[in-house]
């Protein structure tokens, strides 16, 4: 049965709201997902009057580095997906095998 966000302490639930309400961040060239920008995190601790700041802080960057993480696994798939594309579609006479006998 999957988690549902009542099965987490509040303090996770709290976490999971203010990181929704953050804007991501991407790298300006390659557009890498950075994570998120944190310069309203204070603004948004005040707003919804947290009193555990610190606890909801630490959720907030795991919940930010599992996504990161998520991310980069997600670009590199579709990066190397991409390669063998590439290279399968170079056409006949550019693949080359080798057959080893020992």
């Given at each position: ?25 991407y790298e300006g060239m390659s557009g890498t997902y950075m994570g998120k920008d944190w310069s309203n995190f ?61």
């Amino acid at each position: 049965m999957p988690l549902t966000m009542g099965d987490f302490p509040s303090e996770v639930q709290v976490a999971f709201l203010l990181y929704s309400y953050m804007t991501d961040s991407y790298e300006g060239m390659s557009g890498t997902y950075m994570g998120k920008d944190w310069s309203n995190f204070e603004f948004l601790l005040e707003l919804h009057e947290i009193d555990n700041k610190l606890d909801v802080f630490y959720f907030c960057k795991l919940i930010e580095l599992s996504m990161v993480k998520y991310q980069s696994e997600q670009s590199d798939a579709k990066q190397k997906a991409e390669e063998r594309r590439a290279k399968n579609s170079a056409g006949p006479g550019q693949t080359y095998t080798h057959n080893v006998q020992g």
